[in-house]
Structures are given as structure tokens and as C-alpha cells.
């Protein structure tokens, strides 16, 4: 049995949460999963203004923090941090690692991902890189692109692992491949172990996103679920037959029960008869659940399909501008003053001749969330934050917006509040753009550096 | 008849993937999920989502969790980061369909204790 504890479920996630993991009890593995889809552009960018930069720069101090403890007691770390520039990050570890006197620590750098220079050879070679969402071919944005990277699996990690690296940092890989990789190279599974493989990305799937397993964003009976503010991060106990027990550590909040990774195993899927990944198609119709102690849930049962002939794409563009303005205002009539006030915005900016390619207008505690379904508000309420958004590719348009919500404040509805943000920012708008790769024409490169 | 809220019955968790968002519906018990089978069909819950939805919606089961999985398209208007909601990733579209009431004869209500 092998121990693989996730401590970080995004970029942002809670910091206590990867040392705790370390500190809090045994484990074998520690993954840290520090990219979300805009990620990659912003990194894109940090990396155009300095070539050593493009990397979760977060990762290093803690690397700082946890080396000794890994080294000594043979925790190996996998982490997606390397972002658009894994050599950098590792040589910063590898810094960090000497100035420990940490000598020999190995890490293995998972490249090859990024295909953002090599856009335009694959166009013209034929690979359209289709929208998965709308179809649309990726000419038709190319010269608003930022970053494009390959979502590579588990494999180029196993690989890694293999060749003794402590320490692996990689590139755009699955999330679901941080944990199965561990798997893989422990029990020696094979390419055409579907279920195993199947098995190990079910795990992935569970962990991926921290805490949001072990109670963490938990609907059901959430008043109950004790100690959030301790909350104990995931641990895969994965046996070499491919089923795996998922637990926190023994003192630590929140909840492992069958309610609780049920939300989790259907947190941003599609057709559960396949879940789609480098190295197989999960069939999440299969997995069984049995509640086998105190924080304890075991799962197995699960089958798998061998693999799709593609891998997946990431790819960020420009897409235009947006702002967001809001203002408060109190009882009495709280509503209607706000209501008002979008009305006043709408008209100076109408008179201004401005046009947005959107313009929506919500209010927050009355139906932000819920739009056409939240109930009417109780005519007393006691206080409407008016919440304005536009959107367009036109700059100006929508900096001239964000200076129409401030003199609301003494050309408007009385009791406007809570301005003291100041003048909201426009933002330039990077999105997402999925799209389908032939593998052969994404190639992952490993290199194993040592302190 | 009986109407019962769904949130009496199910709990659930909802996420993106760029404009499309999907709503994991999970029984709380295992008999209630043949209602949520039989009532909270996909054309219900476009019903349901009607001013928030405007593509199409797909149901799937999943017997061995007693859950259903809704994936609703063109639902975040426009997703992620285009989006100009408070939930452009559709975090809160779990609980909005948590609102839904159902209608079951009174007999079964009786019977699993719902009245």
C-alpha cells in the first residue's frame, strides 16, 4: 500500500494545507496541483517579461520548507508547478535544495507541453484544433492567442519517477495524472491495465481538488461536519489491485464519507461512462463505495477503456475587456434604489453613444445567484448591493463605464454606500479554448537535474 | 399529491467547463433516487433553468451512486472568465436546482416519510 496525499487543489488554495500533509502523519507521495486553465496565460506573460520567470513561484519557498523533511523520510513530490517553464522553477528548487545542504536531491522536469510556438506549423499541416465547444477552428482567433499547452497524463511522470527523481515538476499535465503516476511506478501497471488505470484516475479524480473531498464545499449536512478551519486534506491508501482507500489524518476537520466524495466524483464531469484521459477512459458508472470506518471510504470496482488516440489541448486568447461596478444600498427601499440606479447608468452611457457586447446587471442578495429563480426579496430588506458587468472589445467603452458608477453616489438614488474600493478596473479577458491533438504530434521530454 | 422539494431528497454540487455547466443531483437515500430518476428528467431541469440555460440539456445516471448528472450547455453566459456573472463558474447552480419541487402520490410519501 502506498500513501499519496493531495495538499493544494488550486493556485490560491490554503498554504498550511501541503505542510500539514507532510507533518501530519505517513506518507509516501505529496501532489500539489497549481494550474487552472488561465493559468497558463498569465504565466505566458510573466515569462515574456523575464525569460526565468512563468513558473507558481509559491512552490519554492515551500519546497524551502519541506525538503529536509522529504529527503528524510523519502516523500516524493509531484507537482504541475513548473507551469510554461518547469527548468526554471526546478533551478530554483535546486537553489533552494544547496542552500539546505541538501546534496543529490534529483529532480525530474516534464516538458514538451507547450506547443504555442508551434501553432502555426500545425495549422498548416492540417490539425484545425476545433473549439471542443463550439467547433469553430483555432484560425479564427490565432493571432489572439497566449499560450497553448498539451495536457499531458501520467505517463512522462512514471518515466520521471523511474529514473529516481525526488522531485517532479512538470509542465500542463492532467491533474488526475499527479496521482496515478505514483501508482504506476509503484505497482508496475501496464499501458493495457484499463481497469488499474481506470481505477488510479478515479483516485485522481477524488483528490484533485483538495479539500473538496473531506468536506470542503460540502452540501450535504454541512452544519455537522466538524472543524473546517482544521480541515484535513485527502490521502489516496491505493492497494496494487487498483482499489484505494481515501482518508485524512487522524486529528485534523472536515469529513470522509460516501456524501462526501459522491459530490466530488460528480464535480465537472459529462457523460460518466467516460471520463476522458491520457492513458484511458474511466467508467464512473462502475465505481463502488463502501464506508469501511471513521473517515474512511473505500473504493473499487472500477473499469476502464483503452485510451483515445488524442490528447488534449489548453489554449488562452485574448477575447476583449470587462468591468464589474458595484454600489449598496439600504432600507428603505433598498431594491428599487438600486434598480433605479441601473437605470441612471444605462441611460448616461446609452447618451453617450457607448455599446457593450454585454451588460448585465444583477443584485447582490436578491437573485445574483439564482437569477429568474430566487424568490422575491422581502419588501424590507434591509440593504441591495447594485452589481454592474460589461464586456467588449472596445477599451474605451468600457473604461468610459467605470467612471459612471461613482457619481451615483451624489447624482443618484439616496443611500449609496460602500464605494471605498474606488473605480472598478477594467481587465482584459483571457479565455479558454479547448481542442483535440493526435498524440503523435506532441512529444513529453524528461530531464533529471541534481542539487 | 405530495410536493416535495428536492432538497429534501437530494444534495448536489455543481461546477464548469467553459460555458457549460453540470449539476451532480445525489439522493440521500437509496430509495429516493428512483423519484429523482423518474421526475427530474433532463427536460424538467431545462424547464427548470429556462432565463439561465440556453442550449440544450442531457441527463446521465449513475445507479451506483444514486446520482444523476445534468450537463447544461450554453449555460454561464459565455464561462469562465467571459462570463460577467457573480457565478460565471455555475458554483451556485447545484442549489438552484435544489429548488425544484417534485409531486409524489401520497402513498409513497407515506411510505419513505415525507408528508
Same mark, same amino acid.
Given at each position: ?14 498554504r ?5 500533509q507532510?507533518?501530519g502523519g ?28 512563468g ?12 525538503l529536509?523533511?522529504c ?15 518547469p ?10 535544495a ?9 529532480i ?9 510556438d508551434?501553432?502555426d ?43 529516481g ?9 492532467t ?19 484499463w ?8 483516485a ?9 473531498c ?18 484535513g ?14 482518508t ?13 466524495i ?6 465537472e ?35 476502464g ?27 428603505p427601499?433598498?431594491?428599487a ?46 440593504e ?6 460589461v464586456?467588449s ?5 468600457v ?9 451615483l ?16 478596473r ?26 | ?25 445525489i439522493?440521500?437515500k ?10 427530474? =428528467?433532463?427536460?424538467?431541469? %431545462? ?5 439561465i440555460? &440556453?442550449?440544450?440539456? +442531457?441527463?446521465? *445516471? ?15 453566459g ?7 456573472? =457573480?457565478?460565471a463558474?455555475? %458554483?451556485?447552480?447545484s442549489?438552484?436546482?435544489? &429548488?425544484?419541487?417534485? +409531486?409524489?402520490? *401520497? ?9
Amino acid at each position: 500500500m502506498i500513501r499519496i496525499a493531495n495538499g493544494q487543489g488550486f493556485w490560491g488554495d490554503w498554504r498550511e494545507a501541503p505542510i500539514r500533509q507532510v507533518e501530519g502523519g505517513p506518507i509516501d507521495y505529496l501532489t500539489l496541483d497549481y494550474l487552472a486553465e488561465v493559468t497558463m496565460s498569465i504565466m505566458q506573460k510573466q515569462k515574456r517579461r523575464d525569460p526565468r520567470l512563468g513558473y507558481a513561484k509559491d512552490f519554492v519557498p515551500l519546497m524551502e520548507r519541506l525538503l529536509p523533511q522529504c529527503v528524510d523520510r523519502q516523500i516524493r513530490v509531484i507537482s504541475n508547478a513548473g507551469g510554461v517553464n518547469p527548468s526554471a522553477c526546478a533551478e530554483a528548487v535546486i537553489d533552494v535544495a544547496r542552500k539546505l545542504g541538501l546534496k543529490g536531491v534529483k529532480i525530474g522536469i516534464v516538458a514538451g507541453d507547450d506547443i504555442l510556438d508551434r501553432l502555426d506549423a500545425l495549422i498548416d499541416a492540417g490539425h484545425e484544433l476545433r473549439d471542443l465547444d463550439t467547433g469553430r477552428p483555432l484560425s479564427a482567433i490565432r493571432e489572439h492567442v497566449q499560450s497553448a499547452n498539451v495536457y499531458f497524463g501520467a505517463a512522462p511522470i512514471v518515466d520521471a519517477l523511474r529514473r529516481g527523481a525526488q522531485i517532479v515538476i512538470t509542465g500542463r499535465c492532467t491533474d488526475t495524472g499527479l496521482t496515478l503516476a505514483p501508482m504506476i511506478f509503484e505497482f508496475g501497471w501496464r499501458d493495457d491495465d484499463w481497469d488499474k488505470l481506470a481505477a488510479g484516475t478515479v483516485a485522481g479524480h477524488i483528490v484533485e481538488c483538495g479539500a473538496q473531498c473531506t468536506g470542503g464545499n460540502c452540501q450535504a449536512d454541512w452544519q455537522s461536519i466538524p472543524d473546517l478551519a482544521n480541515i484535513g486534506f485527502p490521502i489516496v491508501e491505493a492497494e496494487e489491485d487498483g482499489s484505494f482507500i481515501i482518508t485524512k489524518h487522524e486529528g485534523t476537520g472536515g469529513r470522509v464519507s460516501p456524501a462526501t466524495i459522491k459530490e466530488q466524483l460528480l464535480y465537472e464531469i459529462g457523460d460518466p461512462r467516460q471520463y476522458i484521459t491520457p492513458e484511458c477512459i474511466a467508467d464512473f458508472t462502475t465505481i463502488q463505495l463502501e464506508e469501511v470506518g471513521e473517515n474512511r471510504v473505500r473504493v473499487f470496482g472500477v473499469k476502464g477503456r483503452p485510451a483515445t488516440p488524442f490528447y488534449k489541448v489548453s489554449i488562452s486568447y485574448f477575447a476583449g475587456y470587462k468591468a464589474v461596478g458595484t454600489m449598496v444600498y439600504s432600507w428603505p427601499d433598498a431594491l428599487a434604489k438600486a434598480q433605479a440606479a441601473d437605470r441612471i447608468v444605462r441611460r448616461r452611457l446609452a447618451d453617450l453613444g457607448l455599446e457593450f457586447d454585454e451588460m448585465l446587471t444583477e443584485y447582490l442578495a436578491v437573485n445574483a445567484c439564482h437569477g429568474p429563480l430566487a424568490p422575491d426579496p422581502p419588501s424590507d430588506i434591509a440593504e441591495v448591493q447594485l452589481r454592474i458587468g460589461v464586456r467588449s472589445t472596445d477599451w474605451a467603452a468600457v473604461d468610459r463605464f467605470t467612471r459612471e458608477i461613482a457619481p451615483l453616489i451624489l447624482t443618484g438614488p439616496p443611500t449609496a454606500t460602500g464605494f471605498a474600493g474606488g473605480r472598478p478596473r477594467v481587465e482584459e479577458i483571457i479565455a479558454y479554448w479547448p481542442a483535440l491533438l493526435p498524440k503523435s504530434e506532441a512529444e513529453p521530454s524528461i530531464e533529471i537535474v541534481e542539487s | 399529491m405530495v410536493r416535495v422539494p428536492l432538497f429534501k431528497l437530494a444534495h448536489a454540487r455543481s461546477g464548469d467547463k467553459g460555458d457549460t455547466a453540470n449539476i451532480g443531483l445525489i439522493a440521500y437515500k437509496p430509495e429516493y433516487y428512483p423519484l429523482l430518476v423518474e421526475h427530474v =428528467t433532463a427536460e424538467r431541469v %431545462k424547464e427548470h433553468f429556462r432565463g439561465i440555460c &440556453r442550449g440544450d440539456v +442531457e441527463r446521465y *445516471e449513475l445507479p451506483n451512486l444514486g446520482a444523476l448528472n445534468f450537463v447544461l450547455h450554453h449555460a454561464l453566459g459565455g464561462g469562465g472568465t467571459i462570463s460577467l456573472r =457573480t457565478d460565471a463558474q455555475g %458554483k451556485t447552480l447545484s442549489t438552484a436546482l435544489l &429548488r425544484m419541487v417534485i +409531486e409524489i402520490d *401520497e402513498e409513497t410519501a407515506r411510505r419513505m416519510g415525507l408528508e
